[in-house]
């Protein structure tokens, strides 16, 4: 990987808050970033740090080696889709395209090439033929593809995103979601997106930063991610999880003194475990999710197939597999 | 977002200061003076006139809700044939400034007046059956053009109600006078109130009515200008803080009530709908008194176009004038001294509006998108005029700016022909300060940021982005300001000078020469410009 964008060791502070706590990543060139994390984990901050809307305290940031920390936004060429798109309500869907190309060329000329050029980017997000239609009149979805285009036409070194599918309703999430992974690869744009959803980081993001409290917790694929979470926060703010503490977490296999986090799908019903009673049974289909009373109090979730329980019935528990963390305290 | 010290803002502040805090804080330290103290304390005629001042506004606050209320309602809840035209004519007191509203008031009710001559005529009496004069005449010309606030800012206020929750008190069964009082009438109270503090302040800072009608009734704004033109100085400056007093007072008695907005921004269901009145007996007696009260309420302008037609001194004795003609618009034109107050209204109208529009819009973009640290006192400063009746303003700058000390921030403006596009401007500040802060609020910042990330410096920002969605506020703000300042009369009185005389000033002269068509004349051209400019202006 060619390292094509560095963040390095970024801190903002408001007042107070710390937004961004000596933040470092490298981005290489083309790959698609998540930036995954609850409301208030500063993820939103670092993208309009990006972006050049805020300007950091301390650390830089880089791309392509030229130190861009203090350029201001209109010079530092990264386009960006506002999660509210953020689209000019008085100009029309071809005037809003062109809002940032046009007076690279003079005269008639320059004219023409402007307009073969929204003509060209507003195809490729499959809106050919729109340049005259108002904003207004467009579903959600259509107007999340021109905030897309107008970012794209002036050929943005990054593209950022933020929140880029919440606007739109769950059906059209996942089709608009497709389409967006499509046109960035076919742009071969270096992306970087703000979620808190994290089916959405996953489905996008070549790579996920999961961000908490302004830190980096962890920075890996989806994979790295769900099967080797480095701290107790990403296991369980990535992935369901069971949280559990003492006797129960030894008892399944986690070390003394630690804190053991189990997916529902490596929990398992055996002859011999902890013992538990089912309360709940949710099914998806393929599977079915138990809720599981134990002895002591602590609840288990059991991911198994549908018919290996049924509610009411004392059960015992297995784990196949145990991550186990240093326990910090209360789980957030 | 965090607050950086800005040298823009700091500026803006200053100016702004020294405009509009400035002059006051001059004619404060000058009112400090203890003869003119004593004298404002001894003499009963200056505890009258604040007395009077304080029930004219009172008095004027309840005829125009009593007017306009039940208005408001009638032609928002109900359905009937001419609702909509009627609607809109009945707001149209709002386009005559105040002066020409108080000459036609005296061409139609006056002693002279075409109703004081049709009863003469009738009656067969050989004088006018009543004088147009003192607190009775104040109140008629106040309640006839401040009801108007009451009617609009009800209307939009039953308009933004939510249909469900009178729905809601009806299912639990209130009846329709108990969802009324105890539904309707507490979500307009906003409305209401704010209507109220409209009314008290423009009766407080009515000058004209009080200035043409008052005769030994002297209320404080005549008070007040009758010291300044005696040459009383100080006593006027003691006058001036008692009534900022007052206005103070009542300000702040009256918008401690109106910050229940809350309650409105919950509902975001639809307006209830009218009531289509389905009787024909109810239908017609609603349109006939619908329209006779638009006939009244349009005899005013009516009367001022006749008046207009009239030529000079051919007009004595009878019900109607014998002769028409547009003699007296064809003299406004080609005689100098006619044409010269219409060009110098126009001119300082056009330069104090786009004064006080710049300086709005700069109050707008630093204090609401910079966030400068200096945001409130912005903002307050620029309201502040408003707070204020006009006389205290004119007076303050007048004694401000009379004398010579560079030092100071103090030169000699009086006199020239700055000082009264100075006084329209500051005049003009809440205005259109009103207007663009709210522009700026409803802008999405993402715009702005949208425009930067796309490579648009700040003033391409401005000019593609900023300007052209402001657009609707600029219009709106700048038109108001414009027509305010034509229509000015009581600034102008005490600032103006014979070269720079403006369209009131000539209104009042004319009538003292008893050119009653030349007043007229001029009165129509305000109210045409006026209601023309507002009409641009306030389309959506």
């Known amino acids: 990987m060619t390292v094509f964008l560095t963040i390095d060791a970024v801190t903002k502070r408001f007042g107070a808050v710390v937004a961004a706590d000596a933040v470092s990543l490298s981005i290489g060139r083309g790959e698609i970033l998540a930036l995954l994390g609850p409301s208030g984990s500063g993820k939103t901050t670092m993208l309009r740090l990006l972006a050049g809307f805020e300007t950091p305290d301390a650390g830089s940031i880089a791309v392509e080696g030229e130190d861009v920390t203090r ?97 739109l309703d769950p059906a059209l999430r996942e089709r608009t979601r497709r389409e967006l992974r499509q046109v960035i690869q076919r742009v071969k744009i270096t992306t970087v997106f703000v979620t808190h959803e994290q089916e959405e980081a996953f489905d996008l993001g070549d790579r996920i930063a999961v961000l908490r409290d302004g830190r980096l917790e962890q920075i890996g694929t989806a994979d790295e991610l769900y099967e080797r979470p480095t701290t107790l926060f990403v296991a369980t703010f990535v992935g369901r999880a069971n949280v559990l503490r003492g006797a129960t977490a030894r008892a399944l296999g986690g070390k003394d003194g630690d804190v053991a986090v189990v997916r529902p799908e490596q929990l398992q019903f055996a002859d011999a475990g902890v013992p538990g009673i089912v309360r709940e049974r949710r099914y998806t289909g393929p599977a079915a999710l138990f809720i599981v009373e134990g002895d002591r109090g602590e609840r288990f979730e059991v991911l198994a197939e549908p018919g290996a329980a049924r509610v009411g019935e004392r059960v015992y528990v297995q784990a196949t597999h145990v991550l186990s963390f240093a326990d910090a305290g209360e789980v957030r | 977002m965090a607050r950086r010290p800005s040298l823009a803002g700091i500026g803006l502040t200053l100016l702004l200061a020294w405009l509009v805090l400035y002059p006051i804080l001059i004619a404060a330290a000058q009112a400090a003076d203890r003869a003119a103290i004593a004298a404002f304390v001894q003499r009963p005629g200056e505890w009258r006139a604040l007395w009077a001042s304080i029930w004219i506004s009172v008095a004027s606050v309840a005829l125009a809700a009593a007017l306009g209320v039940p208005l408001a309602f009638l032609f928002e809840r109900f359905e009937f044939p001419g609702r909509a035209v009627l609607g809109a004519l009945v707001a149209l007191p709002a386009v005559l400034p105040p002066l020409v509203g108080v000459i036609a008031f005296l061409f139609l009710y006056g002693e002279s007046g075409f109703v004081a001559r049709a009863l003469e005529h009738v009656l067969r009496l050989d004088h006018a059956p009543w004088r147009l004069q003192g607190a009775g005449a104040i109140l008629l010309v106040h309640a006839y053009s401040l009801y108007v606030y009451f009617y609009l800012l009800t209307r939009a206020g039953l308009a933004k109600l939510d249909a469900s929750m009178l729905e809601a008190a009806q299912a639990l069964g209130a009846g329709r006078w108990v969802t009324l009082w105890r539904v309707t009438v507490p979500l307009l109270k906003p409305s209401l109130a704010g209507a109220a503090l409209l009314t008290f302040m423009t009766a407080l800072g009515s000058f004209s009515a009080p200035y043409v009608f008052g005769g030994g009734f002297r209320v404080m704004p005549t008070q007040i200008v009758a010291s300044k033109l005696n040459g009383d100085v100080s006593l006027a400056m003691v006058e001036t803080v008692a009534l900022v007093v007052v206005a103070l007072a009542g300000l702040t008695l009256l918008s401690r009530t109106e910050g229940d907005d809350v309650l409105v921004a919950l509902g975001k269901g639809t307006a209830p709908r009218r009531r289509e009145l389905r009787t024909p007996s109810t239908r017609a007696l609603a349109a006939a008194a619908g329209w006779l009260l638009a006939a009244i309420l349009l005899l005013p302008h009516l009367t001022l176009v006749l008046v207009s037609l009239v030529p000079y001194a051919t007009w004595t004795t009878e019900t109607l004038p014998p002769v028409l003609s547009i003699v007296n618009y064809r003299r406004l034109v080609s005689e100098p001294e006619r044409l010269r107050p219409l060009v110098n209204s126009l001119w300082m109208a056009g330069a104090s509006t786009t004064g006080a529009v710049v300086l709005a819009l700069a109050a707008g973009w630093l204090a609401v998108r910079r966030r400068v640290a200096t945001r409130r006192v912005i903002e307050g400063l620029l309201a502040l005029p408003w707070a204020l009746p006009g006389t205290v303003f004119a007076v303050a700058l007048a004694t401000t700016f009379a004398v010579s000390r560079p030092l100071a921030l103090r030169w000699v403006l009086v006199g020239t022909g700055v000082i009264l596009p100075l006084a329209y401007l500051v005049r003009n500040l809440p205005i259109a300060g009103r207007a663009l802060l709210a522009g700026y609020r409803q802008l999405d910042p993402a715009l702005d940021e949208a425009a930067a990330s796309l490579g648009a410096g700040r003033w391409r920002t401005l000019s593609r982005v900023t300007l052209p969605l402001l657009a609707p506020a600029l219009a709106a703000g700048a038109s108001l300001a414009f027509v305010t300042a034509l229509g000015d009369f009581v600034t102008s009185i005490v600032l103006y000078t014979y070269d720079t005389r403006p369209i009131s000033m000539e209104i009042l002269s004319s009538l003292r020469l008893n050119e009653l068509g030349i007043a007229a004349a001029f009165g129509v051209v305000l109210m045409v410009t006026s209601a023309a400019v507002l009409g641009i202006g306030m389309r959506r």
């Open chain 1, 71 to 167: 350029v201001p936004p209109a010079r530092r060429r990264f386009g960006m889709v506002f999660q509210h798109y953020a689209l000019f309500p008085h100009l029309d869907v071809g005037e809003n395209v062109a809002f940032g190309i046009t007076g690279r060329g003079k005269g008639e000329g320059g004219r023409v090439e402007v307009e073969r050029t929204v003509a060209r980017v507003l195809e490729l997000v499959d809106l050919g033929g729109f340049e005259r239609r108002k904003v207004q009149e467009l579903s959600g979805g259509q107007q999340q593809r021109v905030a897309l285009a107008r970012a794209l036409a002036p050929e943005p070194r990054v593209l950022l995103l933020d929140e880029p599918l919440s606007n």
